[in-house]
């Protein structure tokens, strides 16, 4: 390790020097056709999002929002990511330090296994779960029996976006806590902290501003997946319809304005993630380049 | 406290790392561990720290076995070779740490805590830098610290993993004295890990030298420099030059010659001469000496360091001239090491 004596990192100063610079033409040339991509891409359909839901006015939008259907997907789509991102903050922390900081065998293995949910279309995540807790399968009578209900309702939905979302906190730490060693636990330890004092004060301080863009992430997959919870819900209008599937439903209802008034708050949460990441990057900017390289 | 290695045998993963090492180390003593990389030497520091379990044998501090606690229970002060500082914890916390997380009973108030943490910087010279993060310290600085910190703890023995390494000479240097004095004021038992011998020569009271897992010599900077156990030791520690001879006769003989070295006692049979390249006897004439054709003359500060071939079986050894000797201008060089020792060729 090269030894960086008060080297705080300084974006700013981080320019390409003259010598590997294009020339203007080319610059202004690469910029353009970034920007026009995003304009198209990105930018476009947001702007679309909020002027449908708007069209007929903001009274509109407000009766749609208040509409009960609308705020019970609203809640439901709450509740399984106050459920789900906890959990997969645990999962996430807990396979990340194994394979972090620990030799095991079939540690290749568990990596693959944690990027399965990206590598799976979310429809079929989904189908699994029918075949694991549906009527024909082998748990379905004994879970009927003793009036377990998963599927069609809200703990399969729950499963589903946990199993979809698993991999963003995971990823998010892996490679940073691969990169920070053992070296600050075992300094820690040697010092006499135990397991948890050494999570407390030395590992989660290390990983917090990672784990909070893990959270981020996994957060608005959460609140966005739409594929998974489709398969399970059985859409039950009031019941087991989150924000997504509501808007879907609205749409093919000729719904236009109802379908894009709660698009808008979906569009709105990763406008809010966005900022709040670009606040904490502007904010923290010292102390995140402080605790991710060194 | 005094510690003692029991035939220690560590293994990672079927591979052994350290073969049956045994080691006592006094009371207040400085001990170096040194040897090349490969050698085990952080290995052996990190099973007395229990950082490591040992494969086999046992550790004890004092009378007490030592390998059946953990590295908490171990009250071990460990310097890391990249110091591993708590990076978003200030100087003044990161030397408090061990104390702040001392189980409640045992644990110092916090205004306590702080002022051991300033004590403890004025020891190591960096007063009034509480407040800075390990980010706007130097190298230097950061190293005092994470002493600072591990002497917090106020440890039964201090550990540390190439405590300079990566620093540069000048600071090196300054360090080097300054740790003596540290470890003479404090007399904690002290134990480094370097590869780097002028280091271990210069700062410890005994120095351990490790080859390929095994405890090659122990022994005081005198004595691993004069009385080298082994081939490993006299090639390792200081400059050395080594030529394959033979016992016969009770003399030493090089390329069928006898070079009027006295060999009594020594086993008949091949073996290698080891001498240091500074310490020969220039001759005229050559009844009874090594002789070889100069192939390489390089000045090096005070002195000239040249090259010769020896005998028609393309030996090359080295010998270490005087600046201004006139056998440097010759293109065949006679001479006689004063002090050497031969090595049975079984173990060298």
């Known amino acids: ?294 | 406290m005094e510690v003692r290695v029991e035939n220690v045998r560590k293994e990672f993963d079927r591979f052994p790392a350290l073969h049956d090492v045994s080691l006592d180390i006094r009371s207040g003593e400085l001990i170096a561990l040194l040897g090349p990389s490969g050698s085990g030497k952080t290995t052996l520091l990190r099973l007395i720290a229990g950082l490591e379990r040992p494969t086999r044998g046992k550790i004890l501090f004092g009378e007490e076995d030592a390998s059946l606690k953990s590295i908490q229970e171990r009250n071990v002060g460990f310097v890391f070779q990249h110091y591993a500082l708590f990076r978003h914890m200030t100087v003044a916390d990161n030397i408090g740490f061990g104390l702040k997380v001392r189980p409640g009973a045992t644990r110092p108030p916090a205004a306590e805590i702080r002022r051991r943490a300033s004590e403890l910087l004025d020891l190591v010279q960096l007063s009034g830098l509480e407040k800075r993060y390990p980010a706007q310290l130097s190298g230097g600085q950061r190293q005092r610290v994470a002493l600072a910190r591990a002497m917090a703890i106020e440890p039964a023995v201090l550990l540390l993993d190439e405590p300079f390494g990566a620093l540069d000479a000048q600071v090196r240097r300054e360090l080097r004295r300054w740790l003596r004095d540290i470890h003479d004021t404090t007399g904690h038992t002290t134990v480094f890990v370097t590869h780097d011998q002028e280091e271990a020569l210069e700062l410890a009271d005994r120095v351990v030298v490790m080859s390929q897992g095994r405890i090659e010599q122990v022994g005081s900077a005198d004595e691993v420099y004069d009385e080298p156990n082994s081939p490993f030791v006299y090639g390792f520690i200081g400059d050395s030059s080594s030529l394959p001879a033979k016992v016969e006769d009770g003399q030493v003989w090089i390329a069928d010659r006898p070079i009027g070295l006295s060999a009594q006692g020594a086993p008949a049979g091949p073996a290698t001469l080891f001498f240091r390249p500074h310490d020969v006897e220039l001759l005229d004439g050559c009844g009874g000496c090594i002789a070889g054709t100069v192939v390489n003359s390089r000045r090096v500060a005070e002195t000239r360091r040249v090259e010769l071939e020896i005998g028609g079986q393309r030996q090359w050894v080295e010998i270490e001239l005087p600046i201004d000797h006139p056998a440097a201008q010759k293109s065949r060089v006679a001479f006689r090491p004063r002090k050497w020792k031969l090595f049975p060729q079984s173990t060298g």
């Open chain 1, 1 to 294: 390790m090269a030894d960086p004596v008060i080297e705080i990192h300084d974006p700013e100063h981080d320019v390409a020097s003259a010598a590997i610079t294009e020339s203007r033409a080319a610059r202004v040339m690469l910029m353009a056709v970034a920007f026009a991509f995003l304009a198209v891409f990105l930018v476009l359909p947001l702007v679309i999002v909020f002027q449908q839901a708007f069209a007929k006015g903001v009274a509109a939008y407000f009766t749609v929002l208040g509409d009960r259907d609308t705020v019970s997907a609203i809640r439901l789509t709450l509740l399984v990511a106050a459920i789900s991102v906890p959990l997969n903050v645990v999962f996430g922390l807990a396979a990340a330090w194994a394979i972090a900081k620990f030799e095991f065998k079939g540690k290749a293995f568990l990596t693959t296994l944690i990027d399965l949910p990206f590598s799976v279309s979310p429809v079929i995540s989904g189908l699994v779960y029918v075949l694991l807790f549906g009527a024909q399968s082998a748990l379905g009578p004994w879970l009927k029996a003793h009036g377990v209900e998963i599927l069609f309702a809200v703990p399969g939905i729950v499963l589903a976006t946990v199993f979809v979302t698993f991999p963003f906190v995971a990823r998010e730490l892996i490679p940073l806590m691969q990169e920070q060693g053992t070296g600050d636990e075992e300094a820690a330890l040697s010092l006499g902290a135990n397991g948890w004092q050494t999570f407390r004060y030395v590992t989660l301080p290390n990983i917090k501003w990672g784990l909070l863009y893990g959270v981020l992430l996994c957060n608005a997959r959460a609140m966005g997946e739409f594929g998974a919870v489709s398969v399970v819900s059985g859409h039950i209008r009031g019941q087991t319809n989150t924000m997504p599937l509501h808007v879907e439903i609205l749409y093919n209802e000729y719904n236009a304005v109802g379908a894009f008034a709660v698009a808008s708050l979906l569009a709105g949460l990763a406008l809010v993630t966005l900022v709040l990441k670009t606040v904490l990057e502007m904010r923290y900017g010292a102390e995140i380049a402080a605790t991710r390289g060194h």
